[in-house]
């Protein structure tokens, strides 16, 4: 049996983690801590934590703790999981790791000198639907893939304008807040790096002073051309648009909406034939997620392989900044100075 301790009581955590790991019966929910001990307590109360805490520093110190879910915004997420690691906890943490790559290199070296395991939240690897899509496209499904194309908006109830706000403070954009995980899956999905890319962007939030559109273009070494269209705002309407186009065909992954399940429209384009591959709807995969986490603490499995993999997707969410604000294309891996300039231009307040 493992033992909980949950960092940062908000929507991703009330929402995205603890209905489904409440369904894990190896994991035992301790404690609940966050800054606001109101938030712990409703945490408490509907999850059925056994405690709740202000100060994670403490409960580090109890014996009854052994995995960390750090789902606290990015700003004070480093510091948070390095404390964890040093106390021997294992850590699940939400993306992004840190956006100073400086950082996540700290972490990583951390994770590799100790005991402790660490592995972010990149949940789309979970996902039974994008995992097949990977296999049918490294098997050959759709021929030589030639390009990957996501557009994803994102506009909440006027409630949930303040939420999403508050994740593009500090220079944050879109790109950086969910185009993270794209970048994770172009590496993924095609088994190549980048070489460049070039990204533009507008403000569509005049009370923000980061673009709340970004758009990046990606070439990988192998040739695959990725674009990535994030939005965050009022002034535009929620949607999500997928698809992978080969010389042969065509993969669409298609998520689930309400009353719907998760499918991927495959399409033969040299036999004209079009066949549809179902996944039950299950939410997000955090489930699947932990309980992977779980078995790697249980056998000992290393993540290191798993960091480098978040190092260089947001690598490459942030040389899409530096291209969108430079207006210049950027290419990888990013330079010294470009990572100095990184700096500039993402701030945790």
């Not at 051309?225 to 186009?245: D, G, I, Y």
Request: aromatic residues 8%; glycine residues 6%; hydrophobic residues 40%.
């Amino acid at each position: 049996m493992h033992g909980l301790l949950l960092i940062g009581c908000g929507n991703m955590a009330k929402y995205g983690h603890c209905p489904q790991l409440k369904k894990i019966e190896s994991l035992k929910f301790v404690s609940a801590c966050d800054v606001s001990s109101e938030k712990a307590d409703a945490f408490k109360n509907e999850f059925s934590f056994e405690r709740i805490s202000s100060d994670y520093k403490t409960e580090l110190e109890k014996k009854d703790i052994d995995v960390v879910l750090v789902a606290t915004t990015w700003q004070p997420r480093y510091e948070i999981i390095k404390n964890c690691l040093l106390a021997g906890k294992h850590v699940l943490a939400e993306k992004p790791l840190s956006l100073y790559l400086d950082e996540i290199d700290d972490l990583i070296k951390i994770t590799k000198a100790g005991s402790a395991k660490l592995r972010v939240g990149y949940i789309q690897r979970a996902s039974p639907m994008m995992n097949k899509a990977q296999e049918l496209i490294q098997a050959g499904s759709i021929g030589v893939p030639q390009s990957f194309t996501l557009v994803h908006h994102q506009r909440g109830l006027k409630s949930d304008w303040l939420t999403m706000r508050n994740l593009l403070r500090g220079g944050v954009t879109p790109g950086i807040d969910c185009g993270i995980h794209m970048c994770d899956v172009a590496r993924w999905w095609f088994a190549s790096e980048p070489d460049f890319v070039f990204s533009t962007g507008c403000r569509l939030e005049a009370e923000l002073k980061s673009n709340t559109l970004t758009h990046d273009c990606f070439v990988m070494k192998n040739g695959v051309k990725v674009f990535l269209e994030e939005c965050f705002s009022n002034n535009t309407e929620a949607f999500v648009r997928m698809h992978v186009l080969g010389d042969k065909g065509a993969i669409i992954p298609v998520w689930a909406k309400a009353g719907s399940n998760e499918h991927i429209d495959l399409w033969d384009g040299v036999n004209y034939e079009e066949k549809k591959i179902e996944f039950p709807a299950k939410g997000k995969s955090t489930g699947e997620q932990m309980k992977k986490f779980l078995s790697e603490i249980d056998n000992n499995i290393d993540t290191c392989k798993h960091l480098e993999d978040v190092r260089k997707s947001t690598e490459m969410a942030l040389g899409a900044l530096l291209s969108e604000t430079r207006n210049e294309i950027v290419r990888f891996p990013l330079s010294q100075k470009d990572i100095v300039e990184i700096r500039t231009l993402i701030t945790r307040k």
